[in-house]
C-alpha cells in the first residue's frame, strides 16, 4: 500500500484517498505517493490506471528529475481541475514544475494533463524535452500477462501506422539507441520502428480490450513519441516523451514555458477511447473541420499520369465529367497535381506542356463550371530554381551556415528548405497564395510537408520545426482563405488547425508498378486506423483507383474503403475506364455513402497484427498479391440519426466468414441490405455472419 500524502481535500469526482474504491469517483481518481509520483485511475470500470508516473526534463542537455525537485502540492483549482505544484529543489533546475489535470467532461471522455515549467528569477532554462514515464509494472490492465497490443501511430502521412503484438520481453527501441528511435521523425517514413509511436498510441493486453491511450493534444512546437515496454511477463511500462529533435527552448528568467498538453483516456470500446482522444485534440487545436470549402468530389491527376501531366490531359478530363455526367452526381472539380512546373519552388514558371500557364488552365477550368486545384510541394525548392538563384536569405540554414540540403527517395535532385521566418519568404509564399486563388483555384494540395519541419537555423532564434512548419501553413491560407487546404506528408497531429483535409496513409499508385491488392492493403490499414481523427480533419485516402488490373471485388474493395471516408474522387484515365468500373465509380448507395462527407472509424484495430512496412512496394506479398501487412476488417459509419453503414472486409486470397457483433456500436437493426448485391442479411440475437469471397468487401446498410 503506498503511502497517501493527503495535500487537498476531495476534489469532485477526482480525488480519492489511498487505493479505495469508492463509488462516488465514478470518472477515476488521482493520489500521490511518497516522492511525488502521480497516480491515476482511468477507468473504473475497465480497470484500467496507472501507478508511480514520474517526469523528468532536459535542461542544457542533461535530464533532471522530478524527485529533485521539492515536495508536490496538490490542490483544487476554480474550474475544476486539479494542480500539482513541485517546488524549487536543491541546486540548478526550474523554478516549479506545474502538472495541471483536468477531469473528463463526460463519461468516457478523456484526461488532459498541462505541464509548465518556470525558470527562478535571474536564470536562463534551455528546456529540450520533458518526459512522463510510468515505470515497468506500473501500467495496469486486467488480463495482461505476456503480451501488448500496441496500435502504432506513424510520423507523417505516408508512415506506417498499425497494430503489432509486442512480446515479453520487449524493451523500447529509444532505450537501446534514443537516436535511431527517433529518427523517423525528420520525415522519413523508413525509420519507422515497432514500438515507437508518434503523436498517440493505443495499448491493450488482448485483442478485445480493454484500452489504454496515451498522446499528445497538439503539436504546437514539438513532437510527441510514445514508447511502450513489456521487459517482463505482465509489467508493462510507459514513457511519452515530448520533444526529440535536440531543439532548444529558451526560457527567460522568472518566466513560464507550456508544453503540449497530454491526453490519458481508457475504456472497453477501442472506437470510443479513440473518439475520447479525438474530442480532447479538438478542444485544444482549433480544428477548422467544419469550414465550407471546396468538395474534393472530382478527378486528381497524379495516380493516373504522375509527372508527366499535360495541360491537354487535364482539360479532357474537364470535358469527359461533363460528357459522362459524372458532374451531375457531384463530380464537380479538378485538381493538377505534380508535372506543370519547371522546378520545384518556381511554381508559375510552367513547362512547355501547360502552354496556358496555371492562370489559363483555371480560367478554362471554372469557365465549364468546374473547381479547380493545384498541387505544390511549398517547403522544398530545387538547388537550381530560380526562387534560390534570386533569394538564397529566404532559406533555412545548417549549423555551418550554408544552405540546409535535402533529398528524397523518389524525388530527383537537392533540394533547399524555404523558412517562413524571414519575412521576404513569408511575404513571397502569401503573395503566391493570393495569386492563385485570384486565378480561381479553390484547393491547394500541398505535399512533402514533413520538410517545413526539418531541424536547422531560422531566421528567429528558438523557433522549432514544427512551429515554422505550422507558421508557414498558417501564412499559405491567409493568402487563400477561402481555399481548401489539403496536406499531404504531414507531420500528422500538427495537421490540426492548418488545414481542412490531410491524407491519411502512402500514395497507392507508383510509376512502372502494377496496380494491386497490396497497395490497397497498405492504404486501408493507415486509413481505418486513423479514420477517427476525421472529427478534427478530414481523412484524404488517396483517390479511388478502379481500372485493370484489378478484379471486379478489388475494384469495389477499392471504392468502399474510399466512399467511407467521405472524401471521394477518381484517380483513372476516364476517357479509358471501362462502363462496368464507370458503375462502380458511380453506384448511388456508394454516392450516398461518400456525401456524408465522413470517415467511418475502425471496430477492430487489434484483430490482426503484424509487423512495421516502410511502403507496400517493400511488403514481401507484393509479387503474389497478397498482402502481408495486418489490417482490421470493420470499418463502421455512424448514421447520426439515418441510415448507419458497415464495410466488412476480407483481405485475404482466400475465402472467408466474418463475424460480426452489432451490439459493439449500439445496433438493434433487425435486417441490414448489403449494398453491392442488395441481398436483405439478418442478423441473429445482434449478430451477423457473413461468407466473403476472396479480396472482397460487404457494404452493409443498418
Not at 261 to 267: I, R
Request: net charge neutral.
Amino acid at each position: 500500500m503506498k503511502k497517501i500524502i493527503r495535500r487537498g481535500i476531495l476534489v469532485g469526482l477526482l480525488l480519492a484517498l489511498a487505493c479505495s474504491d469508492d463509488e462516488a469517483t465514478p470518472q477515476g481518481a488521482v493520489w500521490l505517493s511518497t516522492g511525488g509520483d502521480l497516480n491515476l485511475r482511468l477507468d473504473r470500470a475497465a480497470g484500467v490506471r496507472l501507478e508511480g508516473i514520474s517526469f523528468k526534463l532536459k535542461l542544457g542537455g542533461s535530464w533532471f528529475t522530478n524527485q529533485q525537485l521539492g515536495p508536490p502540492a496538490l490542490s483544487e483549482q476554480a474550474d475544476g481541475s486539479t494542480l500539482i505544484r513541485f517546488g524549487r529543489g536543491v541546486g540548478a533546475g526550474p523554478q516549479r514544475v506545474d502538472l495541471t489535470l483536468l477531469p473528463p467532461a463526460s463519461a468516457g471522455g478523456a484526461w488532459r494533463l498541462k505541464w509548465a515549467v518556470t525558470a527562478p528569477a535571474g536564470e536562463d532554462l534551455k528546456l529540450q524535452a520533458m518526459e512522463l514515464t510510468v515505470a515497468p509494472g506500473g501500467v495496469i490492465m486486467p488480463g495482461l500477462d505476456k503480451e501488448l497490443y500496441f496500435l502504432q501511430d506513424g510520423y507523417q502521412s505516408w508512415s506506417f501506422t498499425g497494430a503489432m503484438k509486442l512480446e515479453a520481453p520487449f524493451k523500447s527501441p529509444a532505450a537501446v539507441d534514443e537516436d535511431k528511435a527517433f529518427k523517423a521523425g525528420i520525415g522519413d517514413p523508413t525509420h519507422e520502428l515497432k514500438g515507437v509511436g508518434w503523436w498517440f498510441g493505443l495499448l491493450a493486453p488482448r485483442p478485445a480490450g480493454p484500452f489504454l491511450l496515451a498522446g499528445a493534444a497538439s503539436a504546437q512546437r514539438r513532437r510527441t513519441v510514445l514508447l511502450p515496454s513489456l521487459e517482463e511477463a505482465g509489467k508493462a511500462g510507459l514513457a511519452l516523451r515530448v520533444g526529440t529533435a535536440g531543439e532548444t527552448v529558451l526560457i527567460k528568467g522568472g518566466g513560464t514555458h507550456t508544453l503540449e498538453e497530454v491526453v490519458l483516456a481508457a475504456g472497453s470500446k477501442a472506437h470510443e477511447v479513440l473518439a475520447a482522444y479525438a474530442d480532447a485534440v479538438a478542444a485544444v487545436s482549433s480544428p477548422l473541420r467544419q469550414e465550407s470549402v471546396q468538395d474534393p468530389t472530382g478527378w486528381w491527376s497524379w495516380n493516373i499520369f504522375f509527372d508527366k501531366v499535360t495541360e491537354a490531359q487535364v482539360l479532357a478530363h474537364a470535358d469527359l465529367l461533363k460528357s459522362k455526367g459524372l458532374d451531375k452526381k457531384g463530380f464537380k472539380f479538378i485538381e493538377l497535381d505534380d508535372g506543370y512546373e519547371t522546378r520545384w519552388g518556381d511554381w508559375e514558371l510552367t513547362r512547355a506542356t501547360f502552354p496556358s500557364g496555371l492562370s489559363g488552365l483555371a480560367k478554362a477550368i471554372t469557365a465549364k463550371g468546374l473547381g479547380v486545384g493545384v498541387w505544390m510541394a511549398p517547403f522544398l525548392v530545387h538547388e537550381d530554381s530560380k526562387l534560390v538563384k534570386d533569394h538564397p536569405e529566404w532559406f533555412v540554414q545548417d549549423t555551418a551556415g550554408a544552405l540546409l540540403e535535402h533529398t528524397q527517395m523518389g524525388v530527383a535532385g537537392t533540394m533547399h528548405v524555404l523558412d517562413p521566418t524571414q519575412a521576404g519568404a513569408a511575404k513571397h509564399l502569401k503573395e503566391l497564395f493570393a495569386r492563385l486563388a485570384t486565378a480561381g483555384y479553390t484547393l491547394f494540395k500541398l505535399d512533402f510537408l514533413y520538410a517545413g519541419a526539418l531541424p536547422g537555423v531560422r531566421s528567429v532564434a528558438n523557433t522549432t520545426g514544427i512551429e515554422a512548419l505550422r507558421l508557414g501553413l498558417e501564412i499559405m491560407r491567409g493568402g487563400a482563405p477561402k481555399a481548401h487546404i489539403n496536406l499531404c506528408g504531414m507531420p500528422f497531429l500538427p495537421a490540426v488547425g492548418r488545414g481542412h483535409s490531410v491524407r491519411f496513409g502512402t500514395d497507392i499508385a507508383f510509376g512502372g508498378i502494377k496496380l494491386g491488392p497490396v497497395q490497397i492493403a497498405h492504404e486501408a490499414r493507415n486509413v481505418m486506423l486513423r479514420g477517427f481523427f476525421d472529427k478534427v480533419i478530414r481523412n484524404d485516402p488517396d483517390q479511388a483507383l478502379l481500372r485493370a488490373p484489378l478484379t471486379l471485388n478489388e475494384a469495389r474493395v477499392q471504392a468502399t474503403l474510399v466512399a467511407m471516408t467521405g472524401f471521394y474522387s477518381s484517380g483513372d484515365d476516364l476517357s479509358k475506364l471501362s462502363q462496368e468500373r464507370l458503375d462502380v465509380l458511380q453506384n448511388p448507395d456508394l454516392l450516398a455513402v461518400a456525401k456524408l462527407a465522413r470517415s467511418a472509424v475502425v471496430l477492430d484495430p487489434f484483430s490482426a497484427t503484424g509487423d512495421v512496412y516502410i511502403s507496400p512496394i517493400m511488403d514481401p506479398g507484393m509479387g503474389v498479391n497478397d498482402a502481408r501487412t495486418a489490417l482490421p476488417s470493420l470499418f463502421y459509419l455512424d448514421g447520426k440519426g439515418g441510415a448507419s453503414y458497415l464495410a466488412v472486409f476480407n483481405w485475404t486470397k482466400q475465402k472467408a466468414t466474418r463475424a460480426v457483433d452489432l451490439t459493439l456500436v449500439g445496433s438493434t437493426a433487425a435486417t441490414a441490405t448489403e449494398l453491392w448485391t442488395g441481398k436483405a442479411v439478418t442478423p441473429a440475437g445482434g449478430k451477423l455472419s457473413l461468407d466473403l469471397d476472396p479480396f472482397s468487401v460487404a457494404l452493409l446498410k443498418l
